[in-house]
């Protein structure tokens, strides 16, 4: 009898070690492709002004929060505030500093994190968000951003 339980308790164990290793893999596969879409959105789209991957990556029906402008629900008027920084004497850039991942169920995942804003290449200031990426089949769109705590660099 004590076999048959220690031989169940192994068995128990190695259920529980594969699921929890599986969900490791699955969180790791997960944050590997968000910080690519970050990168894409700013690396690639912001501080490269490409504004046909901005298009792609943000959603139809983007809902901006902003601490200093407010909500804009208007994805024209997303592409229309890329392209004017994109014209601007100085060359605004970001850099991300730091971000958590976590998933959200089947819809997607929410990233949190801090950058640094870069005028010429000089730090301007930092600020934190909260992006809400939604998977669409193998896509990601962003879906929902709240952009906060924007502070200038002390010099």
Same mark, same amino acid.
């Given at each position: ?14 259920? +529980?070690?594969?699921?929890?290793? $599986? ?8 944050? #590997? ?12 789209? @912001?501080?490269?002004?490409? #504004? ?9 029906? *983007?809902?901006?929060?902003?601490? %200093?402008? =407010?909500? $804009? ?13 994109? +014209? ?30 870069? @005028?010429? =290449?000089?730090?301007? =200031?930092? =600020?934190?968000? *909260?992006? *809400?990426?939604? %998977? ?20």
């Amino acid at each position: 009898m004590i076999k048959l339980f220690i031989l169940i308790l192994l068995f128990l164990t190695q259920v +529980v070690f594969a699921q929890t290793n $599986n969900e490791v893999l699955k969180m790791a596969a997960l944050k #590997t492709e968000i910080i690519k879409m970050d990168s894409l959105l700013f690396s690639v789209a @912001f501080n490269q002004c490409d #504004t046909t991957l901005f298009k792609k990556i943000i959603a139809d029906d *983007i809902e901006f929060y902003d601490d %200093r402008s =407010g909500l $804009n629900t208007s994805k024209a008027n997303e592409i229309k505030s890329l392209i004017s920084k994109c +014209v601007m004497a100085k060359k605004l850039t970001r850099k991300l500093n730091s971000c958590t991942i976590d998933k959200l169920g089947d819809f997607g995942a929410v990233q949190l994190g801090e950058h640094t804003f870069y @005028f010429d =290449g000089k730090p301007e =200031g930092t =600020g934190k968000f *909260i992006h *809400i990426w939604e %998977r669409t089949g193998n896509d990601w769109k962003l879906k929902r951003i709240v952009s906060y705590e924007h502070r200038p660099i002390k010099k």
